[in-house]
């Protein structure tokens, strides 16, 4: 199971730090990932990190959010910085293990002045 935490409001300009923890270990995951779906519409990938160190964003976030994980944790993180209203959205994250994926429940960050 997935534990995501760290939404909130915050104004355009701020920042915010989501948090992913697992019931299990996350050095058997393939690949982590953070997900968002905006009001009224599908949900998107924002941000993947492999189990090799690979990173990738969407151009949309590129240079403001960052994705990282701590294994000792088995935290999985998202720092957002830069935040614009068009960030507005319940974040998810994933994790994919080899056998199946797991997914939090969703955390509501929204951005507004």
């Known amino acids: 199971q997935l534990q995501a935490s760290g939404g909130g409001l915050v104004q355009p300009g701020g920042s915010l730090g989501l948090s992913c923890v697992a019931s299990g270990n996350i050095i058997s995951a393939n690949r982590m990932g953070w997900y968002r779906q905006g009001p009224g519409l599908q949900r998107e990938l924002v941000a993947t990190a492999t189990s090799t160190g690979d990173v990738d964003y969407d151009d949309s976030v590129k240079g403001r959010f960052t994705i990282s994980r701590d294994n000792a944790k088995n935290t999985v993180y998202l720092q957002m910085n830069s935040l614009k209203p068009e960030d507005t959205a319940v974040y998810y994250c994933?994790?994919?293990?080899?056998?199946?994926?797991?997914w939090g429940q969703g955390t509501l960050v929204t951005v507004s002045s």
């Open positions: 994933k994790i994919s293990y080899p056998l199946r994926d797991y």
